[in-house]
């Protein structure tokens, strides 16, 4: 009896809780990037930490990061079948330019997907629903063995994510947001250096890339956001839940 009740113990335990986050942006307060993913990646997190990544606008930068540390570090891709080909292409080539191993690529429940939205235009009508299927419930999934992951958020993305810590408890993982205090013109010197690929759709105006119905292109003046769910009251898409309520915070 004794026995059980330690293994249900050890199945109720949280890896990582709001404490464990916060205690380490303050351990990590004033280090660089590099600096701080070569530590966790090789040293604590190895073997327990996933990348997920949209390849999107300005995932080259991160990956590129992490692929100096360790190409072996799995890569998630959700495809949510409302995808740019561009951006399929674009993972194809950054992945194989930037030699990771083991690139996971996560797609919608297909059962879900008729029970809920048989005719695949939820987005119309329901744009919050279209993303828990089609994102939210496969990154559960993809993220079920790792007790981290590393999101490609930045803080200069949108108002709402201006105050972006770079670690975050989330649904008992930790999550970490290495480029959270990097802005574009940092990312843009980052992108000449090493002489990154660009997302070829970031040159036709749109900056933030998502799935191909719910993202526009972006005015001169708007956030580079703004093109995502436009005409909608949504700013996410519901993997990165706000801190607290109103607070919502590429992939």
Request: proline share 7%.
């Amino acid at each position: 009896m004794a026995s059980s009740a330690r293994t249900l113990d050890l199945i109720d335990v949280t890896p990582f809780s709001a404490a464990d986050a916060a205690a380490m942006e303050a351990r990590f307060a004033g280090v660089g990037t590099s600096e701080m993913l070569g530590e966790l990646l090789t040293g604590e997190l190895k073997g327990r930490v996933a990348a997920v990544s949209s390849f999107g606008a300005e995932s080259a930068v991160l990956l590129h990061l992490i692929a100096q540390i360790d190409r072996d570090i799995p890569v998630i891709f959700l495809n949510t079948q409302k995808i740019f080909g561009e951006t399929l292409a674009y993972r194809d080539q950054l992945s194989e330019q930037l030699g990771f191993t083991d690139l996971r690529v996560f797609r919608p429940d297909p059962r879900l997907l008729a029970a809920k939205d048989g005719t695949g235009l939820r987005w119309n009508y329901d744009p919050d629903g279209c993303c828990d299927l089609r994102k939210v419930e496969p990154l559960r999934r993809a993220l079920s063995p790792f007790d981290a992951w590393i999101s490609g958020r930045k803080g200069f993305q949108a108002g709402t994510r201006k105050a972006m810590p770079r670690f975050e408890e989330d649904e008992g993982r930790l999550k970490l947001n290495p480029l959270a205090n990097w802005d574009k013109a940092r990312l843009d010197a980052y992108f000449a250096e090493h002489q990154l690929p660009r997302h070829p759709l970031e040159a036709e105006g749109y900056p933030s890339i998502g799935c191909a119905p719910c993202t526009s292109k972006v005015l001169p003046g708007e956030d580079p956001r703004a093109g995502r769910w436009r005409g909608w009251q949504k700013v996410e898409c519901g993997i990165h839940v706000p801190e607290k309520p109103g607070e919502e915070p590429v992939f």
